[in-house]
């Protein structure tokens, strides 16, 4: 039996409700959830069951019913996944929204999603609704987390407290009121509703079903050997298709142990608290453990640099050997062995990586260099690729098939071949169902022969490796894995006459800047306004008074943005794009990679 054919049997008639009873009866007083900081959070499998009941009764009473989408507006704590697992019971569909969305950004999803029921987390986020609620005649209920310091002066308003006390108990008076409810769920049934942003700026919504993420839970388990109940760290936000599935769907599969992190800043130190086997890193994590290493080894003595060179020499041998799938010598093996435990594994445990079995990138690129260092330190880092659209890993590299600079192979049961033009098609299990429409239908993503169209640009090696070369869609991948829709931001600065051309930019980087041309006809008309010299263009374009002006539409551009699609700098440039130029197409499009060339110094400018 191919490991294909032992998905489609495992996965045959699997839910994530069937899976947690089971986790509930064989593992009952095993942890399954603790908010890091908070030992005294800590669920175990038994009591996570028993409160996901009486969450989904009170629900169910407070509007939720089968079908229908619960958004949900909060950042990682235990309650977030309580909400979410309650929904999927009652057959509804958890939706988790960024809790750096916009006020606008919110109103879409609610309206495009057609939510019956809001959660939200506290009075802050509920500020972010209030303007908006007045429009959602379709909510029936808005549950909040944290009440302290909201007035309940809209009817729906309730509280998670009083729901789920409600919801315990109907189900201590009447038990089949839950337990005859969730069996009806099959694992074709939607299990999430992700929202993804596209190159027009309109997001998405990716449906994705039961069967979509145990197929790659047990992907996972086929190939990397991981130990029962491991423990792991959830920092990405719940909107986040790395993190849905690492830290919800492959945990409930698993019955492993999450430890929840509310702020990503704090995942570093979280690794040190936990000391998982197995941890997924966007890029910037990585980077700036790397920096953080390369920084005190700068620092260190002489003859510390030179035993963790020789170490890390002797690290990276027997890793381009297994890469190879070469024989180890058997000398080799016990030299890494003496120079780990005295050198390497001391420098892992300052990370919170002693333990580590699996490691894995995704959701950006990682410079190789990255992956080099800490393979060097005895941790081998395998890169993967995917999109929501692929329920995160559609290629992956493993402890037992990887190599560095490539994207790895097609997962378990996954086809993976190129177009004409080297556009990455993808079919097979992990393809979700299709993109929710407004009238509530959802929309196939494939073509006739079962083909999604990534939009990446890719290459397929002999051996299968993929390597990512370019993307085909113009979406900018922030250097923490989040995914920006450059049109979006360009139109919104464009609404200012003085602005003629924008440029978002911030693939790879930490954050998102702009290159701004000013309008040849409307900047010359508002200088001379205010008394201003518009003779010369650069001197305009360098202008205190131009500046401030841009800073202001920069600044209302932000206000209707999530943060990190905000725009942190921008430079003006000193003359306007054209086609002329070569900045433009004859249809007065953006050419981003000439623009990107030509003014690479003004854009490294950006970053400094």
Same mark, same amino acid.
């Given at each position: ?285 990585? /980077? ?12 260190? /003595? ?120 080297? /556009? ?124 401030? /002006? ?59």
């Amino acid at each position: 039996m191919s490991l294909a054919d032992e998905c489609a049997a495992a996965t045959a008639e699997l839910t994530i409700p069937l899976l947690l009873r089971s986790n509930a009866g064989e593992f009952a007083d095993h942890p399954a959830l603790t908010h890091l900081g908070d030992d005294d959070s800590t669920l175990t499998w038994g009591r996570l069951r028993r409160r996901v009941a009486a969450v989904a009764l009170g629900l169910a009473d407070a509007g939720l019913a089968s079908g229908e989408v619960m958004l949900i507006s909060a950042a990682g704590r235990i309650e977030h996944w309580l909400v979410d697992l309650a929904a999927v019971h009652l057959g509804a569909v958890p939706c988790s929204a960024y809790a750096t969305l916009s006020t606008p950004q919110l109103r879409y999803l609610a309206g495009h999603s057609r939510a019956t029921v809001l959660i939200v987390e506290n009075a802050e986020q509920l500020s972010r609704w209030a303007p908006v609620l007045g429009e959602l005649t379709e909510v029936r209920a808005i549950v909040l987390i944290d009440p302290t310091g909201v007035e309940f002066t809209d009817p729906r308003l309730t509280d998670l407290s009083t729901v789920e006390a409600a919801g315990a108990d109907r189900y201590a008076s009447d038990p089949s009121a839950f337990e005859d409810r969730w069996p009806r769920i099959t694992p074709d049934d939607p299990v999430t509703l992700l929202y993804t942003s596209g190159t027009t700026g309109d997001p998405k919504g990716v449906v994705l079903s039961h069967r979509n993420v145990l197929h790659q839970a047990v992907a996972l388990e086929l190939l990397v050997d991981l130990p029962a109940h491991a423990p792991t760290v959830a920092y990405l936000p719940l909107a986040h298709i790395a993190e849905r599935v690492l830290g919800i769907y492959i945990p409930v599969y698993r019955a492993g142990h999450v430890h929840i992190v509310a702020d990503p800043a704090q995942a570093v130190a979280a690794l040190l608290a936990v000391k998982p086997s197995t941890f997924f890193g966007v890029p910037r994590v990585w /980077e700036k453990m790397v920096a953080a290493l390369q920084g005190f080894l700068a620092g260190a /003595e002489e003859a510390v640099r030179d035993a963790v060179a020789g170490a890390t020499k002797v690290a990276l041998e027997v890793h381009a050997l297994r890469e190879k799938h070469q024989e180890v010598p058997a000398g080799l093996t016990e030299q890494l062995a003496s120079l780990d435990a005295l050198i390497l594994e001391p420098i892992r445990a300052k990370l919170g990586l002693d333990r580590i079995i699996h490691a894995g990138s995704g959701a950006a690129p990682i410079p190789v260099d990255v992956l080099t260092f800490l393979a060097g330190i005895g941790v081998e880092v395998y890169e993967v690729w995917g999109m929501t659209e692929t329920t995160g890993t559609a290629t992956i590299n493993t402890p037992g098939h990887f190599r560095t600079g490539t994207v790895g192979v097609p997962n378990v049961g996954m086809d993976v071949t190129l177009a004409d033009d080297g /556009e990455i098609l993808v079919r097979g299990p992990l393809v979700c169902q299709g993109y929710l429409q407004a009238d509530g239908s959802v929309a196939p993503v494939t073509d006739a022969d079962g083909w999604l169209a990534t939009g990446d640009i890719g290459t397929i090696d002999d051996d299968g490796f993929l390597t990512i070369t370019d993307r085909k869609k113009e979406l900018l991948i922030t250097a923490s894995g989040k995914n920006v829709a450059p049109a979006q931001i360009e139109n919104l600065l464009r609404t200012h006459p003085l602005i003629g051309y924008a440029v978002a930019i911030g693939d790879r980087r930490p954050y998102v800047t702009a290159l701004i041309s000013l309008d040849e006809e409307a900047a010359p008309v508002w200088a001379a306004a205010r008394g201003i010299d518009a003779s010369d263009p650069k001197a305009l374009a360098s202008h205190p008074a131009v500046l401030a /002006e841009l800073q202001a539409a920069v600044d209302a551009a932000n206000a209707r943005l999530a943060r990190p699609e905000q725009v942190k700098k921008f430079q003006v440039l000193p003359a306007a794009l054209s086609p002329e130029g070569g900045e433009l197409t004859p249809t007065l499009k953006l050419k981003r990679r000439t623009i990107s060339d030509r003014y690479a110094d003004a854009i490294d400018d950006l970053y400094r």
